[in-house]
């Protein structure tokens, strides 16, 4: 075979592994979307998530470093939320059971991290969390290191006080609480979209509401074996 056609091959060869994985070394997934039932690629080797430094319901750092080597679902929580957020962990307790009752070759970790820190400190997320699930990881700390968690993951959430005629204000991201408002009380609106991260901590995939287990079982089977490809 001559060294022109050698050239040629190797140059459809550079073309094709171009086309399935980007010259960073990261994969593309896009072709297994069609596959999915309900998740939702977030796969952006452009974008990694910026380092932060919290803490876990034990009061230990939880930073990065807590995201990798093990699989995540990780989902942005607060502890006096009424119907959303209990509904999403004992989504994620019976999850949890299925992935471990069939066997799977993963179950994830389970990740909340609260978008109220003032209101919830680790003890509090310590007895809400597992609650749910003894195994599940309740995180706290810094407000402004857990707004840029919040928007790396695309996740979003507002809060909104009363008036002393009891008329809703929704706050934007730059106005403080007020002084008297958790006397008074507050609630947050919020995505509910669930995330699944890589044992690079990375965010791999999203899981939009609302969260069929078995499709999220499966589709987490199939994630889980395109990432170790």
């Not at 070394?25 to 072709?31: E, L």
């Not at 309740?138 to 008329?167: H, M, T």
């Not at 008297?180 to 995505?191: F, L, M, Q």
Request: include cysteine.
């Amino acid at each position: 075979m001559n060294i022109k056609i050698l050239t040629a091959i190797g140059a459809l060869l550079l073309l094709i592994t171009v086309a399935f994985y980007p010259l960073d070394g990261a994969k593309n997934y896009k072709s297994l979307s069609a596959q999915l039932a309900t998740a939702q690629i977030m796969h952006n080797p452009d974008k990694p998530l910026s380092d932060f430094s919290l803490s876990d319901h034990n009061g230990h750092v939880f930073s990065n470093n807590n995201l990798k080597d093990n699989w995540t679902l990780l989902l942005f929580i607060y502890t006096h939320c009424p119907d959303i957020c209990p509904t999403e962990l004992a989504n994620m307790s019976m999850l949890k059971a299925q992935l471990e009752n069939t066997q799977a070759e993963v179950v994830p970790n389970v990740v909340a991290v609260t978008f109220d820190p003032l209101r919830d400190t680790p003890k509090v997320l310590k007895t809400y969390v597992t609650h749910f699930d003894k195994g599940f990881v309740g995180v706290s700390g810094d407000p402004q290191q857990i707004d840029q968690l919040v928007k790396d993951f695309g996740a979003y959430y507002e809060r909104v006080i009363y008036d002393e005629n009891g008329k809703q204000i929704t706050l934007n991201k730059k106005e403080s609480l007020p002084e008297d408002a958790i006397e008074k009380g507050y609630v947050i609106n919020h995505t509910a979209r669930i995330y699944l991260v890589s044992p690079d901590g990375e965010v791999l995939a999203g899981f939009p509401t609302s969260h069929n287990l078995s499709n999220m079982a499966n589709d987490i089977e199939k994630l889980v074996k395109a990432f170790e490809e």
